[in-house]
Protein backbone atom coordinates (compact mmCIF):
# COMPACT_ATOMS: atom_id res chain seq x y z
CA UNK A 1 0.00 0.00 0.00
CA UNK A 2 2.74 2.52 0.23
CA UNK A 3 4.40 1.39 -2.66
CA UNK A 4 5.10 3.52 -5.61
CA UNK A 5 5.63 2.20 -8.88
CA UNK A 6 7.99 3.91 -11.58
CA UNK A 7 8.01 2.57 -15.28
CA UNK A 8 10.31 2.69 -17.07
CA UNK A 9 13.42 1.75 -15.75
CA UNK A 10 15.07 2.80 -18.50
CA UNK A 11 14.65 5.34 -21.30
CA UNK A 12 16.65 6.61 -23.95
CA UNK A 13 15.73 9.73 -26.03
CA UNK A 14 17.12 11.77 -28.98
CA UNK A 15 18.01 15.25 -27.99
CA UNK A 16 14.95 17.72 -28.26
CA UNK A 17 12.46 14.96 -27.88
CA UNK A 18 10.04 14.41 -24.67
CA UNK A 19 10.97 12.56 -21.79
CA UNK A 20 7.96 10.58 -20.55
CA UNK A 21 8.13 9.14 -16.87
CA UNK A 22 5.52 7.64 -14.92
CA UNK A 23 4.66 6.73 -11.64
CA UNK A 24 1.30 5.24 -9.91
CA UNK A 25 0.70 4.63 -5.97
CA UNK A 26 -1.62 2.79 -3.95
CA UNK A 27 -2.18 4.97 -0.65
CA UNK A 28 -5.12 7.83 -1.61
CA UNK A 29 -3.55 9.35 1.74
CA UNK A 30 -0.43 10.13 0.02
CA UNK A 31 -0.61 14.17 -0.35
CA UNK A 32 2.86 15.15 -1.92
CA UNK A 33 4.85 13.88 -5.20
CA UNK A 34 8.08 15.25 -5.32
CA UNK A 35 10.45 14.71 -8.29
CA UNK A 36 14.21 13.71 -7.74
CA UNK A 37 17.23 13.98 -10.03
CA UNK A 38 20.21 12.30 -9.48
CA UNK A 39 23.52 11.73 -11.01
CA UNK A 40 26.18 9.58 -10.36
CA UNK A 41 27.84 10.13 -7.44
CA UNK A 42 25.40 12.86 -6.20
CA UNK A 43 22.66 13.28 -4.11
CA UNK A 44 19.37 13.72 -5.42
CA UNK A 45 18.05 17.06 -6.47
CA UNK A 46 14.65 18.08 -5.68
CA UNK A 47 13.33 18.93 -9.35
CA UNK A 48 9.86 19.97 -9.02
CA UNK A 49 6.42 18.67 -6.84
CA UNK A 50 2.81 18.86 -6.70
CA UNK A 51 0.07 18.49 -4.60
CA UNK A 52 -3.51 16.62 -5.46
CA UNK A 53 -5.10 19.68 -5.38
CA UNK A 54 -3.91 20.36 -9.02
CA UNK A 55 -3.66 18.17 -11.95
CA UNK A 56 -0.77 20.03 -13.64
CA UNK A 57 2.27 21.98 -12.71
CA UNK A 58 5.37 23.40 -15.00
CA UNK A 59 8.78 24.73 -14.34
CA UNK A 60 10.74 25.46 -17.19
CA UNK A 61 11.41 22.46 -19.37
CA UNK A 62 9.65 20.23 -16.71
CA UNK A 63 6.20 19.41 -16.24
CA UNK A 64 4.20 17.35 -13.68
CA UNK A 65 0.90 15.86 -14.34
CA UNK A 66 -1.47 14.24 -12.03
CA UNK A 67 -3.97 12.05 -12.33
CA UNK A 68 -5.76 11.71 -9.07
CA UNK A 69 -8.80 9.10 -10.29
CA UNK A 70 -6.37 7.14 -11.91
CA UNK A 71 -3.32 7.40 -8.38
CA UNK A 72 -0.47 8.07 -11.73
CA UNK A 73 1.53 11.11 -11.76
CA UNK A 74 4.23 11.48 -14.71
CA UNK A 75 6.88 13.65 -15.40
CA UNK A 76 7.77 15.31 -18.56
CA UNK A 77 11.06 16.98 -19.65
CA UNK A 78 10.14 18.36 -22.88
CA UNK A 79 13.67 19.06 -25.30
CA UNK A 80 15.62 16.94 -23.74
CA UNK A 81 19.78 17.36 -23.45
CA UNK A 82 22.39 15.55 -23.28
CA UNK A 83 22.78 16.89 -19.78
CA UNK A 84 19.52 15.62 -18.55
CA UNK A 85 20.98 12.48 -18.51
CA UNK A 86 20.50 10.89 -14.79
CA UNK A 87 18.10 8.83 -12.77
CA UNK A 88 15.28 10.51 -11.53
CA UNK A 89 13.06 9.02 -8.92
CA UNK A 90 9.62 9.84 -7.98
CA UNK A 91 8.35 10.05 -4.34
CA UNK A 92 5.33 10.39 -2.29
CA UNK A 93 4.35 11.30 1.26
CA UNK A 94 1.38 12.20 3.34
CA UNK A 95 0.62 14.85 5.85
CA UNK A 96 2.20 14.29 9.43
CA UNK A 97 4.03 11.63 7.99
CA UNK A 98 6.78 13.30 6.06
CA UNK A 99 9.06 10.08 5.33
CA UNK A 100 9.44 10.20 1.33
CA UNK A 101 8.68 6.62 0.07
CA UNK A 102 10.63 6.78 -3.60
CA UNK A 103 10.30 4.61 -6.55
CA UNK A 104 13.02 2.47 -8.23
CA UNK A 105 14.21 5.05 -10.38
CA UNK A 106 14.16 6.06 -14.52
CA UNK A 107 17.75 6.09 -15.98
CA UNK A 108 17.45 8.61 -18.90
CA UNK A 109 19.98 8.66 -21.40
CA UNK A 110 19.48 11.45 -23.84
CA UNK A 111 21.89 11.02 -27.21
CA UNK A 112 23.24 13.88 -29.01
CA UNK B 1 23.74 29.83 1.21
CA UNK B 2 25.22 26.30 1.97
CA UNK B 3 23.31 23.35 1.08
CA UNK B 4 23.23 19.99 3.50
CA UNK B 5 26.72 18.80 4.43
CA UNK B 6 27.40 15.50 5.00
CA UNK B 7 30.78 13.82 5.98
CA UNK B 8 32.57 11.57 5.47
CA UNK B 9 32.21 11.15 1.76
CA UNK B 10 33.53 7.94 1.93
CA UNK B 11 33.94 5.61 4.50
CA UNK B 12 35.34 2.21 4.98
CA UNK B 13 34.99 0.23 7.78
CA UNK B 14 36.08 -3.70 8.77
CA UNK B 15 32.83 -5.96 9.93
CA UNK B 16 32.37 -5.40 13.53
CA UNK B 17 33.76 -1.87 13.67
CA UNK B 18 31.20 1.18 14.37
CA UNK B 19 30.36 3.76 11.18
CA UNK B 20 29.35 7.89 12.04
CA UNK B 21 28.00 9.52 9.66
CA UNK B 22 27.40 13.00 10.10
CA UNK B 23 24.82 15.66 8.82
CA UNK B 24 24.20 19.54 9.05
CA UNK B 25 21.22 20.63 7.39
CA UNK B 26 20.82 23.40 5.57
CA UNK B 27 20.58 26.73 7.51
CA UNK B 28 17.01 27.02 9.02
CA UNK B 29 16.23 24.27 8.94
CA UNK B 30 15.08 21.82 11.40
CA UNK B 31 14.10 18.73 10.59
CA UNK B 32 16.18 15.79 9.41
CA UNK B 33 15.85 12.73 7.48
CA UNK B 34 18.30 9.25 6.89
CA UNK B 35 17.81 7.41 3.88
CA UNK B 36 19.48 4.67 2.56
CA UNK B 37 20.60 3.75 -0.97
CA UNK B 38 21.40 0.48 -2.29
CA UNK B 39 23.84 0.10 -5.78
CA UNK B 40 20.92 0.13 -8.38
CA UNK B 41 17.96 0.82 -5.78
CA UNK B 42 15.81 3.62 -4.96
CA UNK B 43 15.89 5.12 -1.69
CA UNK B 44 14.82 3.77 1.51
CA UNK B 45 13.72 5.76 4.36
CA UNK B 46 15.63 4.95 7.70
CA UNK B 47 14.69 8.24 10.32
CA UNK B 48 13.65 11.27 10.61
CA UNK B 49 14.28 13.39 13.19
CA UNK B 50 14.00 17.22 14.72
CA UNK B 51 16.35 18.65 17.14
CA UNK B 52 16.34 16.32 20.25
CA UNK B 53 13.36 14.26 18.56
CA UNK B 54 13.55 11.14 16.91
CA UNK B 55 9.57 11.81 15.24
CA UNK B 56 9.94 8.50 13.34
CA UNK B 57 12.26 5.79 13.14
CA UNK B 58 9.83 2.94 11.08
CA UNK B 59 12.62 2.41 8.40
CA UNK B 60 15.65 2.19 10.89
CA UNK B 61 16.47 -1.17 12.13
CA UNK B 62 15.58 -2.03 15.21
CA UNK B 63 19.70 -3.38 16.36
CA UNK B 64 23.02 -1.65 15.79
CA UNK B 65 21.62 1.50 14.55
CA UNK B 66 20.67 4.77 16.20
CA UNK B 67 20.45 8.27 15.12
CA UNK B 68 20.24 11.73 17.15
CA UNK B 69 20.10 15.12 16.75
CA UNK B 70 20.92 17.16 19.18
CA UNK B 71 20.25 20.82 20.15
CA UNK B 72 23.93 22.20 19.50
CA UNK B 73 25.80 20.29 16.22
CA UNK B 74 24.92 17.81 13.41
CA UNK B 75 22.67 14.96 13.16
CA UNK B 76 24.24 11.40 13.60
CA UNK B 77 23.60 7.93 12.54
CA UNK B 78 25.39 5.44 14.02
CA UNK B 79 25.67 1.61 12.93
CA UNK B 80 27.45 -0.63 15.50
CA UNK B 81 29.39 -3.38 14.21
CA UNK B 82 28.56 -3.18 10.95
CA UNK B 83 28.07 -5.89 8.56
CA UNK B 84 28.96 -6.46 5.05
CA UNK B 85 24.90 -5.84 4.12
CA UNK B 86 25.39 -2.73 5.55
CA UNK B 87 27.70 -1.02 2.46
CA UNK B 88 25.61 1.57 0.74
CA UNK B 89 25.38 4.97 0.10
CA UNK B 90 23.43 6.89 3.10
CA UNK B 91 21.67 10.11 2.34
CA UNK B 92 20.52 12.60 4.68
CA UNK B 93 17.77 15.21 3.84
CA UNK B 94 16.74 18.47 5.32
CA UNK B 95 13.34 20.50 5.41
CA UNK B 96 12.11 23.77 7.24
CA UNK B 97 9.10 22.38 8.05
CA UNK B 98 6.63 19.21 8.14
CA UNK B 99 5.11 20.09 4.98
CA UNK B 100 8.23 21.54 2.98
CA UNK B 101 9.80 20.32 0.07
CA UNK B 102 13.22 17.58 1.15
CA UNK B 103 16.50 18.82 -0.02
CA UNK B 104 19.11 16.14 -0.12
CA UNK B 105 22.94 15.93 0.98
CA UNK B 106 25.91 14.65 -1.39
CA UNK B 107 25.75 10.98 0.85
CA UNK B 108 28.28 8.87 2.69
CA UNK B 109 29.55 6.09 0.80
CA UNK B 110 30.17 3.03 3.34
CA UNK B 111 31.98 0.28 2.29
CA UNK B 112 32.40 -2.69 4.79
CA UNK B 113 35.31 -5.04 4.36
Given at each position: Q??????????????????????????T???????????????????????????????????????K???????????????????????????????????????????? | N?G?????????????????L??????G?????????????????????????????????????????????????????????????????????????????????????
Amino acid sequence: QQQVKQSPQSLIVQKGGISIINCAYENTAFDYFPWYQQFPGKGPALLIAIRPDVSEKKEGRFTISFNKSAKQFSLHIMDSQPGDSATYFCAASFSGFQKLVFGTGTRLLVSP
Amino acid sequence: NAGVMQNPRHLVRRRGQEARLRCSPMKGHSHVYWYRQLPEEGLKFMVYLQKENIIDESGMPKERFSAEFPKEGPSILRIQQVVRGDSAAYFCASSPNDRGGQYFGPGTRLTVT
